[in-house]
């Protein structure tokens, strides 16, 4: 006996400055019974349908690294749209975010030269018209640098032309203050990646593989690439390097591309281009751009060396990686402490606010950001 069913609009949550389409996380949908019937993407300024039971209560819950999503009840035939919303807080909780005291510091910008040199570049290079963010200029590698009061020194690595905020990470007025994109699909599944949320993960990766138009952001395809070697699906990765190409070879997700290329050579047993691509990532002489990228390579180089009587080009690349190894952060984007983006230190020295750099302050409720 077929059961009526009839669908229902599951509306994306509003993520602040998301570009219409953008993933911005995940859902799915629950009968009575706790049985899935359906997991879809969350997309901004976007609704999906799912087919539900005829005068069935369900629940609808999701998953968002931008926001805690507030699960909803929807009834097959009366309810048009679940319109997903940020989960409320308790005020009067002494455990919520709002007991959380305000954090201030100074964040600044890097860039590297064509010879190699990392140089602070102009505060007005980041400004964007607001003070909740701000913006990386195209033309090569990028370091957002966060530091102040008795913080250490953070350098994060972000892709190019794109726009940040900040988020502290610990409820202490100068424990970490976190440089993350805006919303980006390849952000989002990033965090999955990292925090280990696998199911909303295949959700947000199938909307790289089902949909071509989405390609060409290098977080969004380096997220799909990591996920797969993670998931050790040999054939997902080499797929992906098929469709991706030699596309990022002038920029610096170049770098996360050897790594995969590196991953894949490991496991085809194909001991050159193995060689090859460490060597190419020695002389590089950079870290990836993604933090899964760095523990990557350091899983490679845990490895035996290579079958061969010529030196281990692993040697080289450690020397390069062992101090970012040594000064990395959890964190989706490479971060690690330093005064400098080429001086990696576990304990660098705290400074006060150098020139040619923006003071922030972030509120209590660690939603306020003012950028001055």
């Known amino acids: 006996m077929s059961v009526a069913t009839t669908h229902v609009d599951i509306v994306a949550p509003a993520v602040p400055g998301a570009m219409p389409g953008t993933v911005v996380g ?30 069935e209560q369900c629940l609808v819950h999701g998953w968002s690294p931008y926001l805690s999503v507030q699960p909803i009840v929807v009834t097959g035939g009366r309810t048009q749209q679940a319109v997903l919303s940020a989960r409320r807080t308790n005020g009067e909780s ?11 510091g100074w964040i600044r910008l890097w860039g590297r030269e064509p010879g190699g040199q990392w140089t602070v570049r102009d505060p007005s290079d980041m400004e964007t018209g607001g003070d909740t963010t701000v913006a990386t200029p195209l033309g090569g590698p990028a370091v957002l640098q966060i530091g102040g009061g008795r913080r250490r020194p953070v350098c994060t690595l972000v892709p190019e032309g794109s726009l940040f905020t900040l988020r502290p990470t610990e409820r202490r007025p100068q424990g970490l203050v976190e440089v993350r994109p805006v919303a980006d699909s390849g952000f989002t599944l990033l965090e999955a990646l990292r925090l280990g949320e696998w199911r909303w993960a295949d959700v947000v990766e199938r909307v790289w593989w089902d949909e071509p138009g989405v390609r060409g952001t290098p977080l969004f395809d380096l997220a799909v690439a990591y996920l797969a070697c993670r998931r050790g699906n040999l054939e997902r990765a080499g797929r992906w390097r098929q469709v991706t190409g030699d596309r990022y070879e002038d920029s610096p997700a170049w770098i996360d591309v050897l790594a995969v290329d590196a991953w894949l050579a490991r496991r085809r047993g194909e001991w050159r281009d193995l060689a090859s691509a460490l060597a190419r990532l020695a002389d590089a002489k950079r870290t990836p751009l993604v933090a899964e990228g760095l523990g990557l390579l350091a899983a490679e180089l845990s490895r035996p060396p290579l079958e061969s009587r010529a030196p281990h080009p692993g040697e080289a690349l450690r020397q390069v990686l062992t101090p970012y190894l040594r000064a990395s952060l959890p964190s989706s984007l490479t971060s690690f402490t330093a005064a400098h983006p080429e001086e990696p230190q576990p304990r660098p020295p705290k400074r006060a606010r150098p020139g040619e750099s923006l003071p922030f302050r972030v509120e209590r409720d660690m939603n306020t950001l003012r950028i001055h």
């Open 26 to 55: 995940a859902a799915e949908v629950l009968d009575r019974g706790n049985r899935r019937l359906g997991r879809v993407p969350l997309r901004a300024e976007s609704s999906i349908p799912v087919e539900i039971p005829h005068e």
């Open 94 to 104: 002494s455990g919520g975010e709002e007991s959380c005291r305000p954090a201030n």
